[in-house]
């Protein structure tokens, strides 16, 4: 397969209640891309990924156009089920990702719609448990774990079904900062594509080398996320504001 | 946050009974709470022998008698009602303890309490030596339809999410300042309850939304894979089936 691994054209997006979210977004990501989508609420972040993996837009049947590519090929209504392979959604609250009785079982949804079975299966989520370090728990229910353990237990029940792309919604939101520390630990170790929705700015330098800048329903800012967050103009504009005391170039980040 | 929720009733502790699989602990009950049934109600000896081989169960399922004590609780409202039948049934009276009673009644009284309680200790087992989990693993084994397995196992994991919930609104309320009277009170949870119906609606679309991201296509994948061993299947039934041969003897000889 050639291609970016994801590239979107020309997205536009009303919900059926009317209310337009997105007007017009264009942006592609290479292969092994480490993209952050910065944003101010409201400004349709989140709708965007949801059509990354043909939940919302025309393919799913609802309004919209424009295109969207995954790993080179079109988004079609027969490609659904492998499209929602590669591109991994991880949800924001993890109580809403994380719906079967023991996280053995949740992780095991994925590949088991894939059609995996028996040993191959305990062994894909044995996997998946252990990238995010909690292979130790798999027979635990999801409401017995922290918050922490459960937002990278959701993290493992993506990873097993092998994806290209990781999409993440706010990562680090409600998360105490060791439990922070060892999901961003976790998500810089793994070797995909990732695309992650974030207001922690800190969190997005340390991560992302790039990142995308959206209000509005439209794609303001495309660059490195050091430019972006040091252009105090561009920030202000968007309603985006650093951390007391955070000067994003005098800290490392990703960059090679 | 209420940790022990999900786990239901279980006691988690290692015993034969709690090893046996759930589908045959289910049919087990089914079949000892038929026959139960079907005894007269006045073959004593027959009850007699029914309450012996369910405490039995429970010292082999170790479980703490005070805590099946305490769950007999649910029994309750039986309870209550059999003890009104000997006052309100009609028939021939007798003398006890200076009260007259309806003979009908008493014997009515005592066919609800005895049934009553033994079928009430057999689900305490059951519940208290398996797992939600395991529970439902057993009930797909039995081929109860899939779509309400999936009701079953959403409920079993969302339980403590919306208990939670409803744990917060009613803090947010109370650090309001709010009383009320008993009315008032009703009122302010019939809305609590009006808000957590529409919250946990939008959680059932996020989680659906979830679902189809990881390739749900209509059917929830099996929780189980093995089926029962013959042996095991003896094992678990074997009280049952003495409490069906007590049942038919009592049937008997009773004509």
Known sequence: MSGPSIHVERLVFAYPDGRQALFGVDFSIERGERVALLGPNGAGKTTLVLHLNGILGSVAGGTGSGRIQVGGSDLHREHLPEVRRKVGLVFQDPDDQLFMPTVRDDVAFGPANLGLRGPELDERVHEALVQVGMQDHADVAPHHLSYGQRRRVAVATVLAMRPEVLVLDEPSSNLDPASRRELADILSGLDVTLLMITHDLPYALQLCERSLLMDAGRIVADGATRDLLGDADLMAAHRLELPYGFDPLSVPGPEK | ?255
């Open chain 2, 1 to 255: 946050m209420s940790g022990s929720a999900g786990d239901g009733l279980l006691v988690p502790v290692d015993s034969r009974v709690h090893r046996l699989p759930a589908q045959v602990k289910i049919v087990a009950l089914f079949v000892f709470v038929l026959a139960v049934v079907a005894t007269p109600s006045t073959a004593f000896w027959a009850f007699a022998l029914y309450a012996g081989m369910l405490a039995g169960c429970v010292v082999l399922a170790r479980l703490p008698a005070l805590v099946v004590l305490k769950r007999l609780a649910v029994e309750t409202p039986f309870v209550v009602f059999a003890l009104l039948l000997p006052f309100v049934a009609t028939g021939p009276r007798v003398e006890v303890l200076g009260l007259s009673l309806s003979e009908s009644g008493v014997l009515g009284s005592w066919n609800v309490l005895a049934k009553g309680t033994l079928g009430v200790v057999a689900a305490i087992v059951l519940s208290a030596s398996t797992a939600p989990r395991e529970l439902l693993a057993g009930l797909e084994r039995l081929k109860l339809p899939s779509t309400l397995i999936a009701i079953l196992s959403f409920m079993v994991r969302y339980l403590s999410v919306v208990s939670d919930d409803l744990h917060r609104m009613r803090i947010a309320r109370e650090s309001r300042g709010y009383q009320g009277g008993r009315a008032g009170h009703l009122k302010a949870v019939a809305g609590g309850v009006g808000a957590l119906f529409v919250r946990s609606f939008e959680r059932g679309e996020r989680v659906h939304l979830a679902m189809q991201s990881r390739g749900y296509n209509g059917r929830m994948p099996l929780l189980s894979e093995t089926g029962a061993a013959q042996a095991q299947w003896l094992e678990g039934l074997a009280l049952s089936l003495t409490a069906v041969v007590i049942a038919v003897t009592a049937r008997v000889a009773g004509l």
